[in-house]
């Protein structure tokens, strides 16, 4: 994760030295698209960990709180921007 996030914090100095530079405007659009993609991508990852994380500690809690940990973890996954 930690190197995912490297890369897009070098994309987002890149967009910001296309700035500077002046540079065609789709050219930084389709920079900013690349970005947003790679953002969503490593917010998947994450979520997928910490489910199997949270799921996998189920097994260990009564029903009640299993059902509080599921739908925290599809609210994790569903929630939109």
Do not use: W
């Not at 949270?54 to 996954?77: F, H, K, R, T, W």
Request: hydrophobic share 40%; glycine share 6%; net charge neutral.
């Amino acid at each position: 994760m930690q190197r995912r996030l490297r890369r897009i914090e070098g994309q987002v100095q890149g967009v910001q030295r296309m700035l500077d530079a002046d540079r065609d405007c789709g050219d930084i659009v389709q920079q900013l698209r690349a970005i947003r993609a790679a953002l969503d991508k490593a917010t998947t990852l994450f979520v997928q960990a910490h489910a199997r994380e949270c799921l996998l500690q189920g097994g260990q809690m009564n029903p009640a709180e299993q059902v509080e940990l599921i739908d925290s973890v599809l609210e994790l996954m569903t929630k939109t921007y």
